[in-house]
């Protein structure tokens, strides 16, 4: 049985200063995302969650691996003692982002199970997230839904985002987590159960929004970083019609580069991620998407809230 842990938050410093707010509406409320790697957290959703943290919400974001296994993608990084000592620095590189957010952070216990490259593609490691039994990996997030108790989960939809083995299991394990936190026949030990009211997955990296950035750099003069991309994207509508909840967060995209600028193994600070000026990402979309995929309270066709029908300790959002 893998023993989930939590990281403490008050020995680290807090998080930078944001845009101060009229009033909290979301205290007493509490969000969960559930995330494959370290870094994770940064590159998908990470605005509305530093928009929510600062308007009260608790948010918890639940790290199913280490990222033992992810590669090195900022070139000043790839260097010996950074490789020998990975588990540690990517640890460190969570603990820094999670301080920048705002978050209450918890390692879900399983290993990264690698990006099986080849064709065919190798089998993967025996001792990772990936093949982990699904009861063993579920029962490990259900006895972490049922501490904290969230109102609102996150995490991948059925592809996990793009298809690493970790970020479908982390899909197949929150949704089973999901229906399975507030059910008293299932994990018994695992705590007194929980029934979170709704359940989200990311859309971040949608066609309209690339387009419509793309776009906008064009129009500028400037070179865009999605345009091979967009070439070999093939339009798929009724996917990007799955989403119905946009949380209008550019006020908060500086503490999400901040948050990946922290995962310096992951994000070179000269690639794609800041290659759009920020100015620019505000003014033509200034969202974060999501779908709204189960719904214990009342759900609108199109919304612009997480917490959107919950019934908040100051009235109904």
Known sequence: MVTPTMEPMSQHPQ?????QQPHRPYDGLRLMHVHAHPDDESSKGAASTARYVDQGAEVHVVTCTGGERGSI???RMDRPEILENITEV???EMERARDILGIRQHWLG??????????????????????????????????????VRPHV?????????YPHPDHVRCHEVSVAAFEAAGDPDRFPDAGEPWQPLKLYYHHSFNRPRMEALHAAMQAHGLESPWEERLKNWIPEPEWDERITTK????????????????????????????????????????????????????????????FAGIDAPGGTL
């Open 15 to 19: 998080p930078p200063a944001r845009q």
């Open 73 to 75: 993608l900022n070139p």
């Open 90 to 92: 990517r640890r460190q």
């Open 110 to 147: 399983f290993v990264d199970s690698g990006w099986p490259d080849g064709d065919p593609k190798p089998p993967l490691p025996e001792d990772c997230f990936a093949v982990a039994p699904l009861e063993e990996s579920v029962e490990a997030l259900v006895r972490i839904m049922r501490e």
């Open 153 to 161: 989960v996150t995490t991948y939809d059925e592809r996990g985002g």
């Open 247 to 306: 949380v209008e967060c550019g006020d908060y995209f500086g503490v999400r580069d901040q948050a990946l600028l922290a995962h310096a193994t992951q994000i070179d600070p000269d690639g794609h991620w800041f290659a759009i000026p920020r100015e620019l990402q505000v003014d033509v979309w200034p969202t974060e998407d999501y779908e709204l995929v189960v719904s214990h309270v009342a759900r609108a066709e199109h919304e612009d809230d997480l």
